[in-house]
């Protein structure tokens, strides 16, 4: 089995790379920057990426936030132009398999900006043509980033709390570790059956264990 990955230094990238490491997967990240953990790595910018490696899946944590990008053009160059370049470029080095993390409550729809992105970018992956698409829609990831996100890290301290209130119909909005996120995307990535797949937080908490 062959990765590509983009997203390879976000949160749940750096944990994949760190389980594929375990488990002797190798992995071609695909980024803007080195991760400096594997050996095959492509600096690219996603408005112009080259032909990428032949490999058997691809995997997209690609991700940002409002605060970070400053902009919601500058977000959509990330969540929505950068994902689908990736995918693109993916499909056209002969990907038939691609995964993408994208977020509980995606909806083109939504009144929320970030949510209809996420929302569309899904829709948009639906018709690459990719034998089988994996959507992953986590709540909110827990772990620990490099840059600091005020909002996740209160949210992360109330999740003991929070965990209470997200059970039955509100158990998609339950929160995830990014090593069980990035397990299930590792576990995801041997399921064959064609299709276009959409997995919620607690299918994606029993996939990563």
């Known amino acids: 089995m062959r990765l590509l990955l983009a997203g390879g230094t976000g949160l749940v990238g750096r944990w994949l790379i760190e389980l594929a490491k375990d ?42 936030t409002m605060s970070d990008a400053g902009s919601k053009p500058a977000f959509k160059a990330v969540d ?8 693109r470029a993916a499909k056209q080095s002969g990907v038939r398999h691609f995964l993408a993390v994208t977020a509980v409550g ?7 900006f970030y949510s209809r992105i996420k929302g569309a970018v899904e829709l948009e992956l639906t018709t690459i043509g990719f034998d089988r698409l994996d959507i992953l829609r986590p709540g909110l990831l827990l772990g620990k980033r490099q840059s600091r996100r005020f909002v996740e890290q209160f949210l992360q301290y109330s999740s003991p709390a929070i ?7 509100w158990a998609r ?6 090593e069980q996120l990035a397990g299930a ?20 908490q029993s996939w990563g264990r």
Do not use: K
């Open 23 to 64: 488990r002797q997967i190798p992995i071609t990240t695909v980024g803007r920057r080195i991760t400096g953990d594997v050996e095959n790595e492509l600096v690219v910018d996603f408005a112009d990426l080259p032909i990428l490696p032949s490999a058997d899946i691809a995997i997209c944590t690609l991700g940002t």
């Open 80 to 87: 929505f132009d950068a994902v689908m370049a990736f995918a």
């Open 106 to 112: 995606a909806d083109t729809e939504s009144r929320a």
């Open 163 to 169: 965990a209470l209130i997200t059970r039955g119909p």
């Open 173 to 178: 909005y339950a929160s995830i570790s990014a």
């Open 185 to 204: 995307l590792l576990a995801l990535c041997h399921e064959t059956s064609p299709g276009i797949f959409y997995h919620q937080s607690p299918e994606l």
